[in-house]
DNA sequence: TATTGTTATACTCTATAACTATA
DNA sequence: TATAGTTATAGAGTATAACAATA
């Protein structure tokens, strides 16, 4: 089952809307898992127009603020991260790289793997990605307090199988 | 770009760790979709658990739930509920109708839609899975009180860009 | 002319397996 | 033997366009 990157965009439908008037959504409202996806559907339709016009993509974007955080980082510990495979992340370091936004070095202590370093280039485009994403961002929680946002962020970070559900603490 | 179902999971991998020891996240941290997008990662591994043995994917489900709800909604509204096109919602409901879960009748007033309805069987797995889903859905927020559940909820129903964002309604 | 369901097609993303070079 | 990166391949899911039947 593949973990849905929102759905490709219907280019010419119009936009997704959470609860169509008129419809009984039953169960799906009482799970916090439906109200997961929906969200990321509404999201992205968003999210295409900031990263396609830089090249971006989500995954992209993720690789290199973690590159930019943590310089030399190896590809296999940022697929790790970001939840990809490694074949995957060949494929986004390549046009990174293509990009001339980094690149890969020998690792000192190991001649296996690649240590990543984003280039000035890189670090330039990164600089603006970062400023539109933290933009748009906000523009989705405008409604919220900084409270609720940082509420929100907090629970979606405790929802889901095991590392999260711990009763000691209390973000709310 | 595609709106990500979660990815495909890799069977042998372990499972998803949010924050890996010792990596710094920069901004990914401060955003509400990146949050989003690493909990829908992990309640995806989860899921498939469930959804497999009964020959569900979250689609069906959704659209069995929407149908039992609505029952007799025409292919085309199931489609934009749900937020898929409407090629895809005739794999969805030829696979419902192929293992016997619902009909496809004529509509009564138009003679180009179908008019969809669960049959008994059809039911009677709906309400297995539902069961299963809404356990699974509780483990996943587990150590969370019922307030803030809701407020999960009620936060990522108005995280967005347009429908959400009214600074009237204070959910926390 | 527009809409519902359908089919055919292409594209994207992903997992899996196998290869290489290092360890 | 095991691991990092790579390549090749297949599969799932989706969008797009075009078609038939109906409105």
Redo the contacts with the bound molecule.
């Keep these: 089952?593949?973990?849905?990157?929102p759905?490709?965009?219907?280019?010419?439908?119009s936009p997704f809307e959470r609860h169509v008037p008129g419809v009984r959504y039953g169960v799906l409202d009482e799970l916090a898992g439906y109200a997961v996806r929906r969200a990321q559907i509404a999201i992205y339709e968003d999210l295409d127009h900031v990263m396609t016009p830089l090249q971006l993509?989500p995954?992209r974007f993720s690789s290199m603020v973690l590159i930019e955080a943590n310089p030399g980082i190896?590809?296999?510990?940022l697929?790790t991260v970001i939840g990809?495979?490694?074949?995957?992340?060949?494929?986004i370091?390549?046009h990174l790289q293509s990009q001339g936004w980094l690149r890969?070095e020998v690792?000192a202590?190991?001649?296996?793997?690649?240590h990543l370093v984003l280039t000035r280039k890189g670090l330039a485009l990164l600089a603006r990605a970062k400023v539109m994403m933290l933009d748009l961002d906000r523009r989705w929680t405008q409604g919220f307090s900084e409270h609720e946002r940082r509420t929100l962020i907090t629970l979606l970070d405790r929802l889901g199988p095991s590392p999260a559900a711990k009763p000691g603490e209390d973000p709310a």
């Design positions: 089952m593949r973990v849905p990157r759905r490709q965009l219907r280019r010419n439908a993509t995954p190896r590809q296999s510990d697929a990809v495979g490694r074949p995957a992340m060949v494929a370091i390549d890969r690792h202590g190991d001649g296996r793997a690649n």
